[in-house]
């Protein structure tokens, strides 16, 4: 890729360090070399540069074979501090694994085992950013982080997003992932079917980017405990698509129009409550406790018998 420019004039100091930051990233520090001997960039002229400037940068770092190499080069020239201080602040962050676990290698590691889709690279980055705030130590000694996933969704929401100008897409599934990257992780093999399903409707289109990071997201030095981790987020998988396929098989288990006939018989405008409600009968149907297939009458009765507050 040709280098960056933000002008027809020779690059500028701080054009030619990210030039070299994401060099390391693409092909590794030691064929990279060290960075250029030229004084470190300056805060404000970074803060001035345009978002798709910095965007650029980040997105090619961030998608090269050795992203932890160009992370702990955006350190060492003093950018990550300047454009992602939610980052900086990790170094040296533990997390209580072993007592001693640095939130920025784990971080990095996850990157770095992260496919290669910008938004689960972005995804992977930023997934922890909310430790830091939500640090608590209980009597024990015991590290906890509750919460930790609302917050740095809501601090990428807030900051991130609109420092680096994300939209459409990819700001909503950076968010996603960052909100749910928790989610997979909690599996075991006790769910049910009907958990399962649901799951897999509230994770909707982004599910495979919450499996990928999901998979990523674990970095512990303990062997077995990494292959169970892996294990579980790969039983989730299979269940997953073994439930697609035998429902495939069947009829439609709710039919088409049933979202009027609520809407209809219980004088509700149109909304993502709706959609809710049609959720309800999905997830009886699921648990056996109505039949699939049936016309919209019979799951509008049951509506107003098991849900009163309807009518």
């Not at 640090?135 to 807030?158: C, L, P, Q, W, Y």
């Not at 009968?281 to 109505?290: G, P």
Request: aromatic share 8%; proline share 5%; hydrophobic share 40%.
């Amino acid at each position: 890729m040709p280098p960056v420019r933000s002008d027809a004039r020779e690059p500028s100091s701080e054009i030619r360090l990210l030039e070299w930051a994401a060099l390391v990233s693409e092909v590794g520090r030691n064929e990279a070399g060290c960075a250029p001997a030229i004084q470190p960039p300056d805060a404000e002229q970074l803060k001035a540069l345009p978002q798709n400037v910095m965007r650029q940068y980040l997105d090619r770092l961030l998608l090269g074979r050795h992203p932890d190499e160009g992370l702990d080069a955006l350190l060492e020239i003093g950018v990550l501090a300047i454009w992602l201080p939610e980052i900086a602040a990790m170094v040296g962050f533990g997390d209580g694994e072993w007592r001693h676990k640095d939130v920025w290698k784990h971080t990095k590691q996850v990157v770095w085992q992260s496919v290669r889709r910008l938004e689960v690279r972005w995804g992977a980055l930023l997934h922890d950013i909310g430790k830091i705030a939500t640090r608590t130590i209980d009597e024990k000694g015991n590290v906890h982080f509750f919460g930790h996933s609302e917050v740095g969704a809501s601090m990428f929401r807030k900051r991130v997003a609109r420092r680096f100008g994300f939209d459409g897409f990819l700001y909503q599934r950076i968010h996603f992932l960052i909100l749910h990257h928790l989610r997979a992780s909690q599996y075991d093999g006790s769910w049910t079917d009907a958990a399962v399903r649901r799951f897999t409707r509230q994770m909707g289109e982004g599910l495979d980017d919450l499996l990928a990071l999901s998979r990523a997201d674990i970095t512990t030095k303990r062997p077995e405990k990494r292959k169970q981790g892996l294990r579980q987020i790969s039983a989730l998988a299979r269940r997953i698509e073994a439930l697609a396929e035998a429902d495939a098989a069947n009829v439609p288990s709710l039919p088409k129009g049933l979202g009027t006939a609520i809407m209809t018989e219980f004088q509700l405008p149109p909304s993502k409550h709706i959609g809710d409600i049609k959720l309800w009968v999905q997830e009886a149907v699921d648990r056996h406790e109505l039949e699939g297939g049936q016309k919209s009458e019979y799951y509008v009765a049951w509506l107003r018998r098991a849900h009163p507050e309807l009518s």
